[in-house]
């Protein structure tokens, strides 16, 4: 199975070596236990697509955002938002 054009020749059998083995024969001893939802982080590997939109909010609300922080205030305006789909998802 052909992962990626660039990969040098070595590399792709190895990874194609790796796929053929069954996950039973795969030694996972080295390899910490991570406990559920320990020490996770959102957006550590994975970083959202963004996307530029215009949106009208209150001034008193960008106020509140952009003075609770020297900066980054339209990071935590997205936190926010996130937070509420959180809390308002089935």
Same mark, same amino acid.
């Given at each position: 199975? =052909?992962? &990626?054009?660039? #990969? +040098?020749?070595?590399?792709? =059998? $190895?990874? %194609?070596? #790796?796929? *053929?083995?069954?996950?039973? %024969?795969?030694?996972?001893?080295?390899? +910490?236990?991570?406990? $559920?939802?320990?020490? /996770?982080? =959102? /957006?550590? @590997?994975?970083? +959202?697509?963004?996307? !530029?939109?215009?949106?009208? #909010?209150?001034?008193?609300v960008l106020?509140? @955002?952009?003075?609770? /922080?020297?900066? &980054?205030? !339209?990071? =935590?305006?997205?936190?926010?938002? *996130?937070?509420?789909?959180?809390? &308002?998802? $089935?």
């Amino acid at each position: 199975m =052909r992962n &990626h054009d660039t #990969l +040098p020749d070595r590399l792709q =059998r $190895e990874l %194609d070596a #790796l796929d *053929r083995m069954p996950d039973a %024969d795969i030694d996972t001893t080295d390899v +910490p236990e991570v406990a $559920e939802g320990s020490a /996770g982080r =959102r /957006g550590v @590997f994975y970083r +959202p697509v963004k996307r !530029q939109v215009t949106i009208r #909010l209150d001034a008193d609300v960008l106020d509140w @955002f952009q003075a609770s /922080g020297r900066r &980054h205030y !339209q990071t =935590r305006i997205n936190a926010a938002l *996130r937070s509420y789909i959180d809390a &308002h998802s $089935e």
